[in-house]
C-alpha cells in the first residue's frame, strides 16, 4: 500500500502528523483513546493560520483534566471549531508526570488562502 504525500520541502507543516494525509473521524477518535489510555490530560489550543508559527497558540478553555470519555474531548473541538470557524486547532496529551506534551496533532487546518483578518477567501 501506498501512502501519496504532499512534497515535504514545500508544504507548511506545524508537527510530524503534518506530513501524512488528513486523519479521518475514526483516525482522529483513535488518537483521542490513545491520549486517554495513556492517561494523559487532553487539551485544546487554537490560532488563525496566518500566526501560527509565529507565537504561542491560545487553549481553548482549561485542560480536560480526570476526561475519560473520547466524545467529551470531540464535543469540545466541535465547540472550539464553532468559535473559532477559520482558526487551526490543535489537540494535546498533557503528560502530568513528565509534566510536558506526550502527544499533539492539528485537528483543523483552513483550506485556501487567508487574508490578515484569518478569514477565508475561497
Not at 510530524?16 to 475514526?26: G, H, N, R
Not at 489537540?91 to 488562502?113: A, K, S
Amino acid at each position: 500500500m501506498s501512502i501519496q504525500t504532499d512534497d515535504y520541502r514545500t508544504k507548511y507543516t506545524l508537527e510530524t502528523f503534518s506530513f501524512l494525509p488528513e486523519f479521518t473521524a475514526d483516525e482522529i477518535y483513535d488518537q483521542i483513546v490513545y491520549i486517554i489510555n495513556q492517561g494523559w490530560t487532553p487539551a485544546l489550543e487554537h490560532e488563525a493560520p496566518e500566526a501560527a508559527s509565529s507565537h504561542y497558540w491560545g487553549m481553548w478553555k482549561l485542560p480536560m483534566f480526570g476526561t475519560r470519555d473520547p466524545n467529551a474531548v470531540l464535543a469540545e473541538i466541535d465547540q472550539c471549531r464553532a468559535a473559532y470557524p477559520n482558526h487551526m486547532i490543535r489537540l494535546i496529551g498533557y503528560d502530568n508526570y513528565t509534566q510536558c506534551q506526550g502527544h499533539n496533532f492539528c485537528r483543523f487546518t483552513v483550506l485556501g488562502e487567508c487574508n490578515s483578518h484569518g478569514t477565508n477567501n475561497e
